[in-house]
């Protein structure tokens, strides 16, 4: 077993919590708040699990890799608070002036919510379709969850459908919750959103849309309306793995499994990254990338078999080394806080609830995985989702 070095410790927590205090300062209710709790997952998280005293995935865990995934998250903590602070006000880049044009021209109109009504039918077709291969549906006869989807292949598009489920649907639901006064539509959207982010194969973004909803819509949080958002992500967390009976087994399991999917996998993925480079594990020539080889080591499992993401910087320091990976993200920096300030400046409104979505999920993704294929397709939807809705918000209707 390996060691948590208590003066890195302590340097990484300060770090964090300083930083904490530029976000409140900069106003807690804002997307950076969302970006904020990402790194924090990631940077922070598998730390603290394993300082309670977890022990899931501690074979791609060391004192050197634990040592220099801390110091990484320092670095991190460290980059973000000096740019926030320099680049804080900025919104001159392209991406931010775009935003700011979209803001300006959206307008609400019948073709956008035949737009977004046209996208819900057609998913929800889809699911109904494809139900069968869908784990809820293994669940409800045999009372175990099915493999998961990107691994069964028995849905066909799935990348690109799950993509749409991420993006567009959830979109669909702030718009329709700003423009409709139908509150059993409103209803029913929230309710599938909910169920297509699940069927998507990505259960953790279901506890981010939840804290997207808090964050934009709730003005007093309080302690009940955070509780019963916790307790729904538990029980749909609960549901999606099998576990359906309240007994010794599965209180503990909910105790631990939510606390290691939302605060260790994804970071641990990197922690284990760094490991498999010193111990020279990679074979950059293989037919199975990066995230795959990780899995494999993570789990003891055969290669192929799954993958292990983690944020983007992991994946550049195993392939090009720890020099490019800081210019990466000096990089990402420089495009992401103007891109932030912009959208919490000029969106941070309910009737741009969906574009903020949008731009979240950008953030999550680069955050919470690799740049990669899948990735790429994703931000394409984004972009596309957006500029339909600013080319359909400039056609004037009679």
Not at 51 to 66: E, L
Not at 99 to 105: N, T
Not at 288 to 312: A, C, D, R, V, W
């Amino acid at each position: 077993m390996f060691e948590i070095d208590i003066a890195q410790f302590s340097l990484l927590l300060a770090a964090f919590c300083i930083w904490l205090l530029v976000v409140i300062n900069n106003g807690f209710r804002s997307l950076y708040t969302l970006y904020y709790f990402l790194n924090l997952t990631i940077f922070l998280g598998p730390v603290l699990y394993y300082k309670i005293g977890f022990i899931a995935y501690y074979t791609v865990v060391s004192n050197d890799s634990m040592s220099e995934y801390m110091y990484i998250g320092i670095t991190i903590a460290v980059l973000n608070i000096i740019f926030v602070k320099t680049l804080g006000k900025s919104s001159a880049s392209l991406f931010s002036k775009a935003i700011q044009e979209l803001g300006r021209v959206f307008k609400p109109n019948r073709l956008i919510n035949n737009y977004f009504l046209a996208v819900v039918v057609v998913c929800l077709a889809y699911i109904v379709i494809y139900f069968k291969s869908l784990p809820l549906y293994k669940l409800v006869l045999t009372g175990e969850i099915g493999e998961r989807l990107d691994l069964t292949g028995s849905i066909p598009l799935y990348i690109t459908v799950s993509s749409i489920f991420m993006i567009v649907v959830p979109s669909a639901f702030f718009y329709f919750k700003e423009t409709s006064t139908n509150k059993v539509v409103i209803f029913l959207l929230f309710v599938f959103s909910l169920i297509a982010l699940t069927a998507g194969g990505n259960k953790g973004i279901v506890s981010f849309f939840i804290l997207f909803y808090l964050l934009i819509y709730v003005k007093k949080l309080g302690v009940l309306k955070p509780l019963l958002g916790g307790i729904a992500v538990i029980f749909i967390y609960a549901v999606s793995k099998g576990r359906t009976t309240l007994d010794t087994e599965s209180i503990n399991y909910l105790i631990e499994s939510p606390f290691r999917r939302l605060f260790a996998t994804q970071g641990v993925g990197f922690i284990g990254r760094i490991k498999m480079v010193t111990e020279n594990k990679f074979n950059l020539q293989s037919d199975y990338n990066i995230k795959q080889q990780l899995y494999s080591e993570m789990y003891n499992m055969p290669l192929g078999t799954g993958s292990g993401p983690t944020h983007f910087l992991g994946d550049i320091y195993v392939g090009y080394g720890t020099l490019m990976m800081w210019l990466a993200y000096v990089i990402f920096l420089l495009v992401l806080i103007p891109l932030i300030y912009s959208a919490d400046k000029f969106l941070l409104r309910r009737k741009h609830s969906f574009i903020l979505w949008n731009i979240f999920i950008f953030i999550f993704l680069f955050n919470m995985s690799d740049i990669s294929i899948a990735n790429m397709l994703r931000s394409s939807i984004i972009i596309t989702n957006l500029f339909i809705v600013y080319k359909l918000s400039k056609v004037k209707l009679n």
